[in-house]
């Protein structure tokens, strides 16, 4: 039999978020059912720990300091993941996670690794002016479109204007909407092996200071003036 999710208030999670700074450990929600819920110009001097957790909702983080890991893994989110001008101090984990309406991580800043291997994405995955000083791992994801109210919005991938110290692992991707990597700066490797893409793939300014792979790669067209 499935065991049911605990559910916790607003209240409760900030709850958490208090108890946890105060004994220094980790703020536990995994595998819990929460709220929509969203911090603003928050300093969060703990890691968070939503493993396994379903938000019936969005999660929004904006302006905010995380100064510890975040784990999002095998997260089921209802509606967006909405990180901007965000910094995290730790590891971003988030594998396998699936969000049904897009994720978009614009103009935030990771001190390690993003590792979301394997999400399911309904809606574009927008990493846009993100500053990553270790490695991207988005292989293996599956990118989708999404019809709403007002019309689809295309399972796009966005890597514009960013920079990554380490290597892009963007390998077996699967995505109904086009690449674009354009003016991103990427201190290790690229690598698209086997990644299908509807539309194009732009790699135009792209800087790239390691190995491009690229075999197997399936798009409309490829658009590269790489550095």
Not at 76 to 105: D, H, P
Not at 158 to 178: H, M, N, P, Q, T
Not at 189 to 200: I, M, Q, R
Not at 210 to 226: N, T
């Amino acid at each position: 039999m499935e065991q049911l999710l605990h559910r916790l208030t607003q209240q409760e999670i900030f709850q958490e978020l208090r108890n946890a700074e105060r004994e220094n450990r980790t703020a536990d929600f995994s595998n819990k059912l929460l709220p929509e819920f969203s911090f603003f110009g928050k300093e969060i001097n703990t890691g968070i720990n939503l493993k396994g957790s379903t938000i019936q909702g969005a999660l929004h983080l904006d302006e905010c300091i995380i100064k510890g890991d975040v784990n999002l893994e095998q997260a089921l989110i209802y509606a967006t993941l909405y990180i901007s001008k965000t910094e995290v101090y730790g590891e971003f984990f988030a594998n396998q996670i699936r969000i049904r309406e897009v994720l978009n991580m614009v103009a935030s800043t990771f001190k390690k690794n993003i590792y979301m291997k394997e999400s399911s994405i309904k809606g574009f995955l927008g990493l846009n002016k993100i500053q990553i000083e270790g490695n991207l791992d988005i292989s293996k994801s599956i990118i989708k479109n999404i019809v709403t109210k007002t019309g689809t919005i295309r399972g796009d991938v966005y890597l514009r204007d960013a920079k990554v110290g380490g290597s892009v692992l963007a390998g077996e991707i699967i995505s109904e909407g086009l690449g674009n990597f354009e003016r991103t700066s990427i201190g290790k490797n690229l690598d698209l092996k086997n990644s299908k893409f509807k539309e194009v793939v732009i790699l135009s300014g792209t800087i790239v200071e390691g190995e491009i792979e690229a075999q197997d790669l399936q798009c409309k067209s490829l658009i590269a003036h790489v550095a």
